[in-house]
């Protein structure tokens, strides 16, 4: 008997946005811890590394003259400054993991996200959000990472992401983590089961028949 086949699927693009403060990393770390086969898009960017930061591995650190000659090359499919510092994604790459079948998770901003759609409108364009204005606020405190005038500005730009949440495809509503995490794995699990990823698939099966 010939082993049963598993059908191909196209790698999957996964975009997760969120305020700052909202719970991305944990979520986003912990897809990557039970899916290691998932891509991570490396962004490029000009803020210097942080402690424990590797070049290459969490962001291609870079400096503004060679940010700004990759972008007029055209390299990026989308950029955004944050923070007074420039981020981008390098297209290459994620074409390139994306060919060789395997799905890319990007951590990006907002505006990032909305440009995104235009190089890879089938990708999966999630929306994280706070349960309330005060938890957030509350959260960002217990940071205890930020000055109350940085708490405050994230505050501030946490309204404007808000207001675009509208434009992403799932919304998971992170209140209690292993529950967010729960939804937030069934989006992408339900990202990979759409009919767009299986290239070719129901040809094929259908084409048994007609040989059958
Ligand atoms: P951080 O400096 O804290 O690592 O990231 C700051 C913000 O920049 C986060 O919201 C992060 O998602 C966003 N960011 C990281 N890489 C990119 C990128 O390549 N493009 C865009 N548009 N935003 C990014």
Request: proline fraction near 6%; glycine fraction near 8%; charged fraction near 30%.
């Amino acid at each position: 008997m010939p082993e049963p086949k598993s059908p191909e699927r196209k790698g999957l693009v996964l975009v997760v946005c969120a305020p700052s403060g909202t719970g991305k990393s944990t979520l986003t770390a912990r897809l990557r811890e039970e899916f290691p086969d998932i891509g991570f898009s490396v962004s490029y960017t000009t803020r210097p590394p942080r402690e424990g930061e590797r070049d290459g591995e969490h962001y291609h650190f870079v400096s503004r003259d060679r940010f700004i000659a990759m972008r007029s090359r055209g390299e990026f499919c989308e950029w955004a400054e944050v923070h007074d510092n420039f981020y981008g994604t390098a297209t290459q790459p994620v074409r390139d993991m994306l060919e060789a079948g395997s799905d890319v998770l990007f951590d990006i901003d907002v505006q990032g996200a909305m440009q995104l759609r235009r190089t890879f409108p089938e990708g999966v364009y999630a929306f994280l959000l706070p349960p309330s204005r005060e938890e957030l606020l509350r959260r960002l405190k217990g940071r205890g990472t930020d000055s109350p005038e940085a708490v405050e500005r994230r505050m501030e730009n946490a309204r404007g992401e808000l207001e675009r949440a509208g434009s992403f495809d799932f919304w998971v509503v992170n209140d209690e983590v292993e529950r967010a995490y729960q939804e937030f794995r069934s989006v992408y699990l339900a990202g990979k089961a759409r009919p767009m990823q299986y290239e070719g698939m129901l040809d094929e099966l259908l084409e048994e028949w007609n040989d059958g």
